[in-house]
């Protein structure tokens, strides 16, 4: 456990038209168009290891929650790696 998160959980269930994301012992809710656009990161970047810093950034800049309630500080933490 780091930060009052449990590392390593992450879960993730599309629900009509948002997606409920389990990180940790965060739950966040991401619309069709949120997941797409992360989706899109995962298959378009060259390496794991860009999906991820690409991923990391997206999301600072259009759902810091999902970082700071789940922990995640950065590109490397396994949570985000989860998500690819």
Do not use: W
């Not at 940790?24 to 168009?33: E, F, N, Q, W």
């Not at 999906?51 to 500080?73: W, Y």
């Amino acid at each position: 456990m780091v930060n009052g998160n449990i590392l390593g959980q992450m879960h993730c269930c599309f629900r009509r038209d948002r997606y409920n994301l389990v990180l940790g012992a965060s739950r966040k809710i991401m619309t069709v168009d949120e997941m797409r656009q992360l989706v899109k990161i995962c298959y378009t970047a060259e390496t794991k290891s860009a999906a991820m810093r690409q991923m990391h950034r997206v999301l600072s800049r259009e759902r810091p929650d999902i970082l700071s309630d789940a922990g995640i500080s950065g590109p490397t933490v396994p949570l985000l790696s989860d998500l690819f």
